[in-house]
């Protein structure tokens, strides 16, 4: 498009547009071509294209994109708790919320701003959240995207409560993937999961590479900051770095359980899978005053790049 990256407008390059719902979206874009699209329900990414504009998340075609439904697909923010336990709703009530953008965001390190174009986020508890959870926070969100087309999502959430709170949290991240068939997760061999399917069971990985035959719904513990998922038919990985999120969940629902979701078609579980970079045994403790940070950046890589530089490269972020 002519553009260099030296002479991009980052600023420029941010966009606010209106869902068909007339909900405030932002879009993100590169020099070359690259884009995200962040909507302020639930400041849930809702695409992520490349640079020859292929959609790399998977958004089901029966997603509702009205509150307080979650939206089925993208990146949902998982706070203040993943999963479903006590009075909290599934996953927590972040992703059911409307965000603010935030105009003057607390500094992050400069490699978070520059080269990039983002959006900064925002999401203070309201009376409603502290009925059912009684702890007031900032939640601050940026969505960022290289030049390269790497999406990052960091995460900050602050205790501005007199008294300390926990939490657990996941990006949870819907990949779209060519056939579920044909996909590999590698990094999280050997790890102890904990298994949704089993009453929270804990188990301890065996296979070389995780592959998929059958529902899957685990917590893997403890994993590297940097996993592959590989799909084998598009000859494509996507790398996940994190950071401060030291917990990976994977799910992908099949047959069965598709059906059972309205906002989810019955052969979708096909194109999608959901690998989180996530805490969920250790649940995030703030004392008054303090910030947890989590950090992670998406890319996708050919196939053929991968494996080799991966393992070279365990640190992460
Ligand atoms: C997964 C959970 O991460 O999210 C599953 O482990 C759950 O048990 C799935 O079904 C989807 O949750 P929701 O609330 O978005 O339908």
Known sequence: MGHSAAVWDYRAATEITKDWNGIDQIVLRTPRGASARVSLHGAQVTSWRNEQGEELLFTSSKAIF??????????????????NCGSLEQHGFARNRMWTIDDNPPPLHANDSSGKSFIDLLLKSSEEDIKCWPHSFEFRLRVALSTDGDLSLISRVRNINGKPFSFSFAHHTYLLVSD????????????????????????????????????????????????????????????????????????????????AMVDFGDEEYKQMLCVDGAVIEKPVSLKPGEEWTGRLQL???????????????RSGL
């Not at 439904?69 to 708790?81: D, H, M, T």
């Open 66 to 83: 009205k509150a307080p439904k979650a939206i089925r697909g993208g990146i949902p923010v998982c706070f203040p708790q993943f999963g």
């Open 180 to 259: 579920i068939s044909e996909i590999r997760i590698e990094g999280l061999e050997t790890l102890d999961y904990l298994d949704n399917l089993f009453q929270k069971e804990r188990f301890t990985e065996q296979g070389d590479a995780i592959t998929f035959e059958s529902e899957v719904d685990r917590v893997y513990l403890g994993s590297p900051n940097i996993i592959a998922v590989l799909d084998h038919e598009r000859k494509r990985t996507f790398v996940i770095r994190k950071e401060g999120l030291p917990d990976v969940a994977v799910w992908n629902p099949w047959e069965k359980k598709s059906k």
């Open 299 to 313: 890319s996708v890589v050919p196939s053929s790049f991968c494996s080799d530089r991966l393992g070279l490269d």
